[in-house]
């Protein structure tokens, strides 16, 4: 049976999905979650991976379909050599269109899951991935110099900074130095998931500074449950669809596949008050700005 998608998906830009290959069970494979970018006639998407960079991934999907917005990018974890400017300068030599700080390895992810005594893998041996996690600067609370650096090359290439799970108050420090070192597109993630929450208040001061706040499907999920739709929509009508990008971080291989999530995801903020246009806005040209098409 064909899936049915929102119209408003036409033209549209998912910026945060999981697929794999992946060291986490994916619900699909890269080609699957293109074909239902297809389908939903989409500008295209963008690959996130904790694990590995995602460009030469997203690359081969654009030679075979060269219509499509396919990017990738690297996440700052452990598995890719953490706060490394060596790496992220490969990522971007190679076309990432956006970096994001530690996710999986963030210090803040780490304290959270380490509450919920959570096992992401069932394998006969422990992983290998430190058990301190990542931050952005030292036990004096000054930014590393290796943060500095990756500022730059974000700032030389004017591609995107995105603050993956570090703590709220990591994020207001480390913004407050992407905007001393030029980066213009920032991306504060899945504000409202309890991984990494971002504060109201803190909220309005990083829109205030130019900053894009995710409006992320995943918090409203069973999964988390750290948000309502109702008040989801909400926080984007205080906020402003000007100021939010709508994402579904999805992937998950016990969830809906990401873009029909992210068709759900519409029908819900239109049925909370969400106009079509906001619903553009947030899911069309937001997310088209930051990648620069």
């Given at each position: 049976m064909t899936q049915a998608f929102h119209p408003l998906l036409k033209g549209a830009i998912e910026l945060h999905v999981h697929s794999s290959p992946s060291l986490f069970p994916r619900k699909q494979t890269d080609w699957e979650l293109v074909e239902d970018v297809k389908k939903a006639e989409m500008a295209g998407v963008v690959l996130k991976a904790h694990e590995a960079q995602t460009v030469d991934r997203a690359s081969l999907i654009r030679e075979k379909e060269p219509g499509l917005h396919v990017y990738g990018g690297l996440v700052c974890n452990y598995f890719t050599g953490g706060l490394s400017a060596t790496s992220v300068d490969a990522a971007i030599r190679l076309g990432a269109k956006i970096i994001w700080m530690p996710t999986f390895s963030a210090e803040e992810h780490q304290r959270y899951?380490?509450?919920?005594k959570t096992k992401f893998f069932n394998s006969k041996r422990a992983m290998t991935h430190p058990s301190a996690g990542l931050e952005i600067w030292d036990e004096n609370k000054k930014i590393l110099p290796e943060v500095y650096e990756i500022l730059d090359l974000i700032a030389e290439a004017n591609i995107i900074l995105a603050t993956g799970h570090l703590a709220a108050e990591e994020v207001s420090v480390l913004i407050d130095a992407a905007k001393e070192r030029k980066v213009e597109k920032i991306l504060i993630q899945h504000t409202d998931l309890g991984i990494a929450r971002v504060p109201f208040e803190l909220e309005k001061q990083l829109v205030r500074k130019g900053c894009i706040l995710e409006k992320c499907y995943l918090a409203c999920s069973d999964d988390f449950n750290d948000i309502t739709v109702q008040a989801m929509a909400e926080s984007i009508?205080?906020?402003?669809a000007g100021s939010c990008v709508m994402v579904t971080d999805y992937g998950q291989s016990h969830n809906l596949p990401p873009i029909k999530a992210l068709s759900n995801f519409i029908e819900?903020?239109?049925t909370?008050?969400?106009?079509?246009e906001e619903i553009m806005t947030m899911v069309n040209y937001n997310p088209k700005k930051l990648l620069g098409i």
């Open positions: 899951f380490g509450k919920k009508k205080q906020h402003g819900e903020m239109l909370h008050g969400i106009s079509e």
